[in-house]
Nanobody
Framework: QVQLVESGGGLVQAGGSLRLSCAAS????????MGWFRQAPGKEREFVAA????????DYSGSVKGRFTISRDNAENTVYLQMNSLTPEDTAVYYC?????????????????WGQGTQVTVSS
């Protein structure tokens, strides 16, 4: 059983940066791979980034690769998403998710637990 709470969203100008955090409850955080997804109005929830249980392996969608960085601190039960060079296309509600599988996945149906999301708005 894992509860996830995102924070760090807000309003930022195009070209700016933002760092999202996701705090997890429980004592088994290190047994879950973690992912970030986002959903814009009228669109499907899409994969953004994922990180393995140890933090050694990461994966990114093509649209954010090179701009976003996912990381985790298992001692603090927290996963982060550093977002740089933001554009209005990055505007969405961002969700963190936990996956009990042994390998990284981009498929939202594979994730077991979800946070409530944090709004990121990028202005022109």
């Amino acid at each position: 059983q894992v509860q996830l709470v995102e924070s760090g969203g807000g309003l930022v100008q195009a070209g700016g940066s933002l760092r999202l955090s996701c705090a997890a409850s429980g004592r088994t955080f290190s047994s879950y791979a973690m992912g970030w997804f986002r959903q814009a109005p009228g669109k499907e929830r899409e994969f953004v980034a994922a990180i393995s249980r140890s933090g050694v392996s990461t994966d990114y969608s093509g649209s954010v690769k090179g701009r976003f960085t996912i990381s985790r601190d298992n001692a603090e039960n927290t996963v982060y998403l550093q977002m740089n060079s933001l554009t209005p296309e990055d505007t969405a509600v961002y969700y963190c998710a936990a996956d009990g599988g042994r390998i990284l996945t981009k498929l939202r149906d594979e994730y077991d637990y979800w946070g409530q999301g944090t709004q990121v708005t990028v202005s022109s």
